[in-house]
């Protein structure tokens, strides 16, 4: 599909056709969705900079979260609203392949952001159900990370390189689809798996599930964004209940914000030592274990084996 070289994104709502009321509600739009994008961003550098300034924060799953708060920071940096803002502002014209480029590398980072979901739920699924294969999983992180960003780059490079030539690529539609149904599947599973072991087997899982539960989210804001418009167009609620919905796209972040401060005491003491400017940081290495591989247990919390000789004597006591 071509795009046409005259076409101008800071003129098209002045055009004589649309009437002034719709002119100013477009700019209102665009307004409401910019400063969602700045709160979002804004949420990402607090995520970022507790994660890679205090060492103590340093653990694997948080350099997975902090991974992906630079990639949502960057879909957000990118998004069309805030430079169609500027350009109306302005009265300068956007191109259509600047546009293009927009929109393709905003979209090929969100398909990083659910990439590094779907990441941090098998290291779950492994320190849950095989936590042997979740150490030797876990010792080769940095080169999944180092995939996943050179994926980005070359991803980002193609797509751009079709913008340059006047082409739209669905790639990265069909790209965002897929991983987005790769999380969601992984994410429902491994949740109704917690929720039965909790409740039916009466056996809750001891490894923490804050993580989980962001990923989850992930896709929730999705979902969420998708129902509301959907009920707008087809029940013909008001419009701004559609604009909410399209808000909770840009929410994503200060979902996992509110999260780790509420849910994570770690997070939430750097995160109050940071707006204090503290300057006392511990001194902690990364640490790639299993939450559970090393936990030691009391022995009068675990079942034990009794052993008794021929004469019903008691002869050995141990711990499964």
Avoid at 40 to 52: E, H, L, P, Q, R
Avoid at 147 to 168: N, R
């Amino acid at each position: 599909m071509e795009y046409e070289k005259d076409a101008n994104f800071s003129n098209f709502t002045f055009d004589e056709d649309i009437t002034p009321a719709a002119s100013m509600a477009f700019i209102a739009h665009e307004i409401i969705f910019t400063i969602f994008e700045i709160i979002g961003m804004f949420a990402d550098i607090a995520i970022i900079y507790v994660i890679f300034r205090f060492q103590r924060m340093r653990k694997l799953e948080n350099i997975l979260l902090g991974n992906w708060a630079i990639a949502d920071f960057g879909s957000l940096l990118l998004a069309p609203s805030g430079f169609r803002i500027l350009s109306i502002m302005d009265s300068l014209p956007i191109s259509p392949e600047f546009m293009c480029t927009l929109f393709h590398s905003g979209q090929i980072l969100q398909i990083t952001v659910i990439m590094f979901a779907v990441l941090i739920s098998i290291d779950w699924l492994l320190g849950v159900y095989w936590e042997k294969t979740s150490e030797k999983f876990r010792k080769y992180f940095k080169y999944y990370i180092g995939a996943i960003w050179i994926f980005t780059v070359l991803f980002c490079s193609v797509a751009t390189g079709y913008c340059l030539h006047e082409m739209y690529t669905f790639s990265t539609v069909f790209t965002f689809i897929g991983v987005f149904f790769l999380v969601l599947i992984i994410t429902l599973v491994l949740q109704i798996s917690r929720a039965a072991r909790k409740f039916c087997l009466k056996r809750p899982i001891e490894h923490p599930s804050l993580l989980l539960n962001i990923a989850t989210a992930l896709p929730g804001t999705y979902i969420l964004a998708v129902i509301m418009l959907v009920l707008v167009n087809t029940v013909r609620l008001h419009p701004l209940i559609g604009i909410i919905g399209e808000i909770f796209i840009f929410c994503n972040s200060i979902v996992n914000l509110v999260l780790l401060y509420n849910y994570n005491k770690d997070f939430q003491a750097c995160f109050i030592q940071a707006l204090r400017r503290g300057d006392k940081y511990e001194e902690t290495g990364l640490s790639f274990d299993n939450p559970l591989a090393n936990k030691v247990y009391d022995k009068c919390s675990v079942p034990i084996r009794i052993s008794f000789n021929d004469n019903a004597e008691l002869i050995n006591t141990e711990c499964y």
